[in-house]
């Protein structure tokens, strides 16, 4: 991220803070600029937040295709100023009702992790515009075909390419490449869009026209069904017909998101709203802020504070041992019985807790048993865990009124399967590379991930509320694989325990481990990033054996974790405020009444 950019967003917020607490407007933040546009528009156009997310969403689509869409899914968290409530739309994709077990390993041996994503047999039925179609009729003001406005003229009209769409572009693991449709969007005459170049995507534009004239029901059935169904069944040729997707027309005129509430938790006094199952994001995140709340982890006359040794080893064992339970307890509980209450008990958090030494990296922890403490569950094995992808999509938003979308939405990898639905022009996800690869051999055993009809893969995202008081404070969220949940977390610990402002939390450098066994990732080296995670702490968690081996004193943060946009209402003022990322082109717009 250049320094002028980032320089470029912390002067929107100030602005939006400056203009705010004249007229209390809304505020939308999102990781591009045209897709804020589109949101803004709603808002100036007297939408609601709900309003505003669909016309985000579906801009997305256009500007930012390699990361969310219609061809995938994603949870809408909206808390309803009104009533004080907390809900989320589940649009996650679902399993195809032909889909089995051992789907991607036939022979009890796991097919190529980079083949099956990228054949027909990864996509899972998608739920986007199902359930973005179900918000605004339950909570927004504007019709389908009005939010989809803007994203038509930016698919009709063009856009300039950024840099991360064009990196994305160069830096895709052939995804742009494989699949003729895709590769003729994305790289016309064999050559990858470059930063600046002006991209039209007709195909898309009629679509998005065919779905605001005819409502979901264009996309859910008919002649853009048939397409869908057909071009899933394309494999890479390595796989032959296994690599064939399972999807039926059924499958996709039956799609149906679900309502979930939201799982609820505390810290220090705070109140979170978090992503329940079929997502790890909530549990995970709600899991290791319950092993470090008896660290006083803001505190550095204690040898604590932000980026210390000792915070950041407190971090990384909290985040190992939640993950070893992540890869047994959590899946689609729609499914499979996920012990939430016993992940969350104080007590056995507690024991897990006990777990961590100062000073000692831990050997490689196991699972826990939580059932004790839950009798919903059953016992399940740990599983191999599948491939994470680094992308997906996380906005936030509120209104004048104070309803809030905290909205993560995703096609899985960058590009999804790589699949564009010929002559539609949107890509299609390779969501069922989220469950296990590989299924349990015992089936009394069971295990929460594993493919079944019907199911939804297990998710990381993790749209988030802070309240305080029983006030709104806070809504976030990130993509990022599995690094969603550690995202998450960091900007949770920056506002509560380091007294960090939202735009000060999301831009100070993240630590990440998401397997019991791994190593850590973490930033600092990135040129927008000053100060980073410091040499001497890196050196401290390399002495510990968290990082990989390398010099004393040199850099070994370098990675880039998340992106995260999240709107605030300061509670004194009452002023709502944005904040954006730097890791993208994050953009915070205000709109005045
Ligand atoms: N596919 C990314 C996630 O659901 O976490």
Same mark, same amino acid.
């Given at each position: 991220?250049?320094?002028?950019?980032?320089?470029?967003?912390?002067?929107?917020?100030?602005?939006?803070?400056?203009?705010?607490?004249?007229?209390?407007?809304?505020?939308?933040?999102?990781?591009?600029?045209?897709?804020?546009?589109?949101? @803004?528009?709603?808002?100036?156009?007297?939408?609601?937040?709900?309003?505003?997310?669909?016309?985000?969403?579906?801009?997305?689509?256009?500007?930012?295709?390699?990361?969310?869409?219609?061809?995938?899914?994603?949870?809408?968290?909206?808390?309803?100023?009104?009533?004080?409530?907390?809900?989320?739309?589940?649009?996650?994709?679902?399993?195809? @009702?032909?889909?089995?077990?051992?789907?991607?390993?036939?022979?009890?041996?796991?097919?190529?992790?980079?083949?099956?994503?990228?054949?027909?047999?990864?996509?899972?039925?998608?739920?986007?515009?199902?359930?973005?179609?179900?918000?605004?009729?339950?909570?927004?003001?504007?019709?389908?075909?009005?939010?989809?406005?803007?994203?038509?003229?930016?698919?009709?009209?063009?856009?300039?390419?950024?840099?991360?769409?064009?990196?994305?572009?160069?830096?895709?693991?052939?995804?742009?490449?494989?699949?003729?449709?895709?590769?003729?969007?994305?790289?016309?005459?064999?050559?990858?869009?470059?930063?600046?170049?002006?991209?039209?995507?007709?195909?898309?534009?009629?679509?998005?026209?065919?779905?605001?004239?005819?409502?979901?029901?264009?996309?859910?059935?008919?002649?853009?069904?048939?397409?869908?169904?057909?071009?899933?069944?394309?494999?890479?040729?390595?796989?032959?017909?296994?690599?064939?997707?399972?999807?039926?027309?059924?499958?996709?005129?039956?799609?149906?998101?679900?309502?979930?509430?939201?799982?609820?938790?505390?810290?220090?006094?705070?109140?979170?709203?978090?992503?329940?199952?079929?997502?790890?994001?909530?549990?995970?995140?709600?899991?290791?802020?319950?092993?470090?709340?008896?660290?006083?982890?803001?505190?550095?006359?204690?040898?604590?504070?932000?980026?210390?040794?000792?915070?950041?080893?407190?971090?990384?064992?909290?985040?190992?041992?939640?993950?070893?339970?992540?890869?047994?307890?959590?899946?689609?509980?729609?499914?499979?019985?996920?012990?939430?209450?016993?992940?969350?008990?104080?007590?056995?958090?507690?024991?897990?807790?006990?777990?961590?030494?100062?000073?000692?990296?831990?050997?490689?922890?196991?699972?826990?048993?939580?059932?004790?403490?839950?009798?919903?569950?059953?016992?399940?094995?740990?599983?191999?865990?599948?491939?994470?992808?680094?992308?997906?999509?996380?906005?936030?938003?509120?209104?004048?009124?104070?309803?809030?979308?905290?909205?993560?939405?995703?096609?899985?990898?960058?590009?999804?399967?790589?699949?564009?639905?010929?002559?539609?022009?949107?890509?299609?996800?390779?969501?069922?590379?989220?469950?296990?690869?590989?299924?349990?051999?015992?089936?009394?055993?069971?295990?929460?991930?594993?493919?079944?009809?019907?199911?939804?893969?297990?998710?990381?995202?993790?749209?988030?509320?802070?309240?305080?008081?029983?006030?709104?404070?806070?809504?976030?969220?990130?993509?990022?694989?599995?690094?969603?949940?550690?995202?998450?977390?960091?900007?949770?610990?920056?506002?509560?325990?380091?007294?960090?402002?939202?735009?000060?939390?999301?831009?100070?450098?993240?630590?990440?481990?998401?397997?019991?066994?791994?190593?850590?990732?973490?930033?600092?080296?990135?040129?927008?990033?000053?100060?980073?995670?410091?040499?001497?702490?890196?050196? @401290?968690?390399?002495?510990?054996?968290?990082?990989?081996?390398?010099?004393?004193?040199?850099?070994?943060?370098?990675?880039?974790?998340?992106?995260?946009?999240?709107?605030?209402?300061?509670?004194?003022?009452?002023?709502?405020?944005?904040?954006?990322?730097?890791?993208?082109?994050?953009?915070?717009?205000?709109?005045?009444?």
């Amino acid at each position: 991220m250049p320094l002028l950019q980032y320089v470029y967003v912390l002067v929107l917020c100030l602005l939006s803070a400056a203009a705010l607490a004249a007229s209390p407007v809304g505020v939308v933040a999102v990781s591009h600029p045209a897709a804020a546009a589109a949101g @803004a528009r709603m808002l100036a156009e007297g939408g609601n937040a709900i309003d505003a997310a669909a016309a985000v969403q579906f801009a997305l689509n256009v500007v930012e295709p390699q990361s969310s869409g219609i061809g995938g899914g994603g949870f809408m968290m909206v808390y309803l100023a009104k009533t004080g409530e907390t809900v989320i739309v589940d649009s996650r994709e679902r399993a195809p @009702a032909h889909a089995r077990a051992d789907m991607f390993a036939p022979d009890g041996l796991p097919m190529s992790f980079a083949l099956a994503s990228t054949s027909g047999l990864a996509v899972g039925v998608p739920g986007t515009l199902r359930g973005v179609d179900l918000a605004l009729r339950r909570w927004g003001s504007k019709k389908l075909s009005a939010t989809l406005a803007p994203a038509i003229e930016l698919a009709e009209r063009g856009f300039r390419v950024n840099r991360f769409l064009a990196e994305d572009i160069l830096h895709d693991g052939g995804r742009t490449q494989w699949q003729p449709e895709t590769a003729a969007i994305f790289r016309p005459g064999g050559v990858p869009l470059a930063e600046g170049n002006w991209l039209v995507q007709p195909d898309l534009a009629k679509t998005l026209k065919r779905i605001a004239a005819r409502g979901p029901d264009a996309f859910y059935r008919g002649a853009l069904a048939r397409a869908i169904v057909q071009v899933q069944q394309r494999a890479r040729s390595e796989l032959g017909a296994a690599g064939r997707g399972r999807m039926t027309l059924a499958d996709l005129a039956h799609y149906q998101p679900a309502i979930r509430a939201p799982l609820i938790g505390h810290y220090r006094g705070w109140t979170l709203a978090g992503m329940p199952p079929p997502s790890s994001g909530g549990l995970t995140v709600m899991q290791i802020l319950g092993m470090l709340e008896p660290y006083p982890l803001g505190d550095s006359a204690q040898g604590y504070g932000f980026g210390s040794p000792k915070t950041l080893h407190l971090m990384i064992e909290a985040m190992r041992l939640a993950f070893a339970d992540r890869a047994v307890w959590m899946g689609d509980d729609d499914a499979v019985p996920v012990p939430r209450r016993g992940l969350l008990h104080r007590d056995y958090l507690a024991t897990r807790a006990a777990l961590i030494q100062p000073g000692q990296r831990m050997d490689t922890p196991q699972a826990g048993d939580p059932t004790p403490w839950d009798k919903t569950a059953i016992p399940a094995q740990p599983r191999r865990l599948p491939a994470e992808s680094p992308h997906t999509t996380h906005f936030s938003i509120v209104d004048r009124w104070g309803n809030v979308v905290s909205y993560t939405s995703t096609i899985e990898a960058t590009w999804g399967s790589g699949i564009t639905v010929p002559g539609h022009g949107f890509l299609l996800n390779n969501e069922l590379t989220d469950f296990n690869f590989l299924p349990a051999t015992d089936s009394a055993a069971g295990s929460a991930n594993d493919v079944a009809p019907g199911k939804r893969p297990r998710s990381s995202m993790a749209p988030t509320l802070l309240f305080k008081d029983g006030r709104f404070v806070a809504a976030y969220g990130s993509p990022g694989g599995a690094t969603i949940i550690n995202s998450v977390l960091n900007v949770t610990l920056n506002l509560i325990d380091h007294g960090m402002t939202m735009q000060q939390a999301i831009a100070a450098p993240r630590l990440s481990v998401t397997h019991a066994v791994g190593k850590v990732s973490c930033e600092g080296g990135q040129d927008f990033m000053r100060p980073g995670l410091g040499l001497a702490a890196q050196d @401290a968690l390399r002495q510990l054996g968290h990082l990989g081996l390398g010099d004393a004193g040199t850099q070994a943060c370098l990675d880039s974790i998340g992106s995260v946009q999240a709107v605030e209402i300061d509670p004194a003022s009452g002023v709502p405020l944005g904040a954006a990322d730097p890791r993208r082109e994050g953009t915070v717009i205000q709109v005045g009444p």
